[in-house]
T-cell receptor, first 111, second 112 residues
Framework: GEDVEQSLFLSVREGDSSVINCTYT??????LYWYKQEPGAGLQLLTY?????DMKQDQRLTVLLNKKDKHLSLRIADTQTGDSAIYFC???????????FGKGTHLIIQP | DSGVTQTPKHLITATGQRVTLRCSPR?????VYWYQQSLDQGLQFLIQ???????AKGNILERFSAQQFPDLHSELNLSSLELGDSALYFC???????????FGPGTRLTVT
């Protein structure tokens, strides 16, 4: 079945760029998403990319998609303390419209 | 605020009981999805409705059922509850299937 993999933790210094990586297995994925979850909160849709795109930029966020390697990344420029959260990669496709999520990457910001 | 509302925010109940979780999608969204988030299983897709009809099923147990009403709100019914059903239950909505999904704040279910 489909699988989405992410590393569990990423620690960066405030002001640096954060790069969160994700790999997926479903080659028929049509949409790929990044969600943010702060403690005790719901999931906030950050950005998404269609599978026929290579890159999408939205203010401090840059999404890169390598469809050949089934690799997705989220770059957050000038990381701030407010970016501290769990970031989930998710994919949609393969005939089902429910999202398949990774386990989430905890982004830790060091002062 | 995503525009998706869920009630109640918290629910504490005993094993063997039945509960109903409610979701109102964003205005204009026809598709509703239910997800379960637990520490051991992560985020799992349960079921999807589109304009009142069931469209896709994920890892939903037979003890769980859902429906979407003519006003497009949805309810998730969980019965014969077990300790392992304790989790956060999220509802999400989208304009049409396979489009971006916006999540509600979730209902935290605790089964004692």
């Amino acid at each position: 079945g489909e699988d989405v993999e992410q590393s569990l933790f990423l620690s960066v210094r405030e002001g640096d760029s954060s790069v969160i990586n994700c790999t997926y297995t479903d080659s028929s994925s049509t949409y790929l998403y990044w969600y943010k979850q702060e403690p005790g909160a719901g999931l906030q849709l950050l950005t998404y990319i269609f599978s026929n795109m290579d890159m999408k930029q939205d203010q401090r966020l840059t999404v890169l998609l390598n469809k050949k390697d089934k690799h997705l990344s989220l770059r957050i420029a000038d990381t701030q303390t407010g970016d501290s959260a769990i970031y989930f990669c998710a994919e949609c496709g393969g005939g089902a419209d429910g999202l398949t999520f990774g386990k989430g990457t905890h982004l830790i910001i060091q002062p | 605020d995503s525009g998706v509302t869920q009630t109640p925010k918290h629910l504490i109940t005993a094993t063997g009981q039945r509960v109903t979780l409610r979701c109102s999608p964003r205005s204009g969204d026809l598709s509703v999805y239910w997800y379960q988030q637990s520490l051991d299983q992560g985020l799992q897709f349960l079921i999807q409705y589109y304009n009142g009809e069931e469209r896709a099923k994920g890892n939903i147990l037979e003890r769980f059922s859902a429906q979407q009403f003519p006003d497009l709100h949805s309810e998730l019914n969980l019965s014969s509850l077990e300790l392992g059903d304790s989790a956060l239950y999220f509802c999400a909505s989208s304009v049409v299937p396979t489009y971006e999904q916006y999540f509600g704040p979730g209902t935290r279910l605790t089964v004692t």
